[in-house]
């Protein structure tokens, strides 16, 4: 079985490889990642209008009343390509949400809430207030300053993927365990961040405090310059800093073959002044100097923190070099809005793509087609089943378009959540008419 360390840095290796293949591509053909005219195409012949609106319908498609027609009442939100903002459409069914994107175009979709009315008639009512929306959370590379993550350049966001890696084992973990939710939706958001929607009736149907409490509960607040952690640390902490960051730091932070913090002297001197004191700073700064590897400095930091009775500080730096950094607004409000899976970024061109995560380590960000690409292995899969026989070209000129490019496995992990989702929603309906039905005598 392979160690996590030696996992890291075969997934680092990856990366790097991955980058030669792209600034190959980039220099070799030319070829556009994106533009209106890709994204028209991916829009009418790739994105998953259908298996969206199942998604953000919850099963309601077919209810008699409109009202109870969730979909309808759900809000979208596209920014064209000419930055017009355009809040409040609704769509009554998936052929009008691809309709609609084939016309507008949007650069980018944003999801919002389920209203009590219909968002694109919300003029017409007095009373128009969101009742209903996933929990969501959001995770930025940019949070972690110290990583000196430069998002102009997309090879510095892929490095550090280790790190979201980290954010996605931790966040799993609580919201799983300690919450009990089933229904996790995590999206890769094509540059230097991921998102996770938490779709489960009970989780889409806290109010803002409880959705403050839940954050809240997952956060940890900064103080001095890193991460404040109580000790003895709650049960969940102590189980996450065991399982998942302290061979996060062993074996990709702290590793030469991984982000190296401590191999340079901005990073070392990012570490340092999260002490947030000036004079032992300055004392550390000037030793790791003249220590010969980050290894070396990673343990005359806990030597020294322990000489001067200053453990505890030892144990917020590694909280503070990997749990996660939510950006807590984003999950306090029902009315925020977050960027819709399967939309594609117009700095990078990649698929905001669903991952397992319970694979997570094995995701490779520069690995996510672009809509170039996708279009690409389109008409390459197109090209090669026409010089088959006429049954084979048939059989496969008819399969779904995602199924002939790099999307086939992350879509076929979106429709799984979903039928799970739906299945879960059917379940819930027939309990609640049996609990309804009157009581059969004999």
């Not at 929990?135 to 590379?141: A, E, G, P, S, T």
């Not at 399982?243 to 932070?253: A, N, Y």
């Not at 790791?288 to 980050?294: D, E, L, R, Y």
């Not at 939510?326 to 809005?337: A, F, G, T």
């Amino acid at each position: 079985r392979t160690s996590r360390p030696a996992k890291a840095r075969e997934n680092q290796a990856r990366v790097r490889e991955r980058r030669l293949e792209l600034k190959s591509t980039a220099m070799g053909d030319g070829q556009e990642n994106f533009s209106p005219e890709l994204l028209r195409a991916y829009y009418r012949r790739v994105f998953p209008a259908e298996l969206m609106c199942r998604w953000l319908g919850y099963g309601t498609g077919t209810a008699a009343s409109a009202q109870s027609r969730l979909l309808r009442r759900r809000e979208f939100s596209f920014t064209t390509g000419d930055d017009v903002y355009i809040r409040y459409l609704s769509y009554e069914d998936a052929a009008a949400f691809r309709k609609d994107l084939c016309d507008k175009l949007p650069f980018k979709i944003d999801l919002g809430a389920i209203f009590s009315a219909p968002p694109s008639e919300h003029k017409k009512f007095k009373v128009f207030a969101p009742v209903q929306r996933e929990l969501i959370f959001d995770i930025d590379l940019t949070d972690y300053d110290f990583l000196g993550v430069n998002a102009g350049k997309i090879e510095t966001c892929d490095a550090c993927w280790p790190v979201m890696a980290v954010a996605v084992k931790a966040i799993e973990r609580i919201l799983r365990q300690d919450f009990g939710f089933k229904h996790l939706l995590w999206v890769y958001s094509g540059r230097r961040g991921i998102h996770c929607w938490v779709s489960d009736e009970r989780a889409r149907n806290l109010s803002n405090e409880g959705r403050s409490a839940v954050a809240d509960y997952m956060s940890l607040q900064i103080k001095d310059g890193r991460m404040a952690v109580q000790v003895p640390m709650h049960p969940t902490l102590a189980a996450i800093h065991r399982d998942v960051i302290k061979p996060f730091l062993e074996g990709s932070m702290l590793s030469p073959d991984g982000q190296g913090l401590l191999e340079t002297e901005a990073g070392w001197a990012a570490l340092c002044a999260m002490l947030g004191d000036k004079e032992l700073e300055a004392q550390l700064v000037s030793e790791f100097g003249k220590k010969n590897t980050g290894a070396e400095r990673w343990e005359h930091l806990k030597r020294t923190l322990e000489r001067k009775k200053m453990s505890r500080i030892a144990l917020e730096l590694e909280f503070s070099l990997a749990y996660p950094r939510l950006d807590v607004n984003v999950s306090k409000s029902m009315n925020h809005l977050l960027k819709s899976p399967w939309c594609a970024h117009p700095k990078t061109g990649r698929v905001c793509v669903c991952f397992d995560a319970n694979k997570v380590d094995d995701f490779v960000p520069s690995d996510v087609p672009t809509l170039g690409q996708v279009l690409a292995e389109i008409n390459n899969f197109d090209a090669a089943a026409a010089l088959k026989g006429t049954s084979e070209a048939v059989s496969d000129t008819t399969l779904p378009a995602a199924d002939k490019t790099r999307l086939k496995e992350p879509m076929a992990l979106f429709a799984k959540f979903v039928r799970a989702l739906e299945a879960d929603e059917r379940g819930a309906q027939v309990a609640a008419a049996r609990a309804l039905a009157p009581p059969v005598s004999f």
